[in-house]
């Protein structure tokens, strides 16, 4: 039933989507981009979910998403839904560990400055990333 293998999906260029059977696709962008598409039914509507660059998700963990994804809307759920209730942002996350140490610092006023130099210098680049998403070139 699986059609793709690690191998093709590194070895394909040419712009398109190439199905790996069960909805789940391969899209290659005009520039070369490979990103996995499932192709769902949510609430009697067809969807088209992104499940991440072929670059960081492996064929076999799009296939795992995909299996969860069709499994949600199967029991009447929306899988962009529950995609976005599991994503915590850069922001969010910052704001979070400032709650849990505040008293770790020496001061409130340390408190503050913490949080204020991250507003500053990396919310602006990194406040509505995904955390998992976060890189070392992009802490750079």
């Known amino acids: 039933m699986n059609r793709l293998t690690a191998k093709t999906v590194k070895s394909l260029k040419d712009p398109g989507l190439f199905g790996d ?16 598409i499932l192709r769902t039914v949510v609430h009697g ?11 960081l998700v492996s064929l076999a963990e ?27 942002r850069f922001s969010d996350a910052m704001k979070t560990v400032q709650e849990n ?10 408190a503050e400055k913490w949080i204020a130099s991250l507003q500053r210098y990396a919310e602006p680049t990194l406040g509505d990333m995904p955390l998992e998403k976060i890189g070392i070139s992009d802490v750079l």
């Open 21 to 36: 059977g069960t909805a789940l696709y391969l899209r290659i962008s005009p520039k070369g981009g490979k990103s996995w």
């Open 45 to 55: 509507r067809r969807r088209d979910i992104g499940l991440g660059s072929a670059g």
């Open 62 to 88: 799009a296939r795992e998403l995909a299996i969860d994804y069709r499994r949600i809307a199967r029991n009447g759920g929306d899988p962009l839904a529950e995609k976005r209730r599991k994503t915590v």
């Open 101 to 110: 140490h505040r008293g770790a610092w020496s001061s409130e006023k340390h």
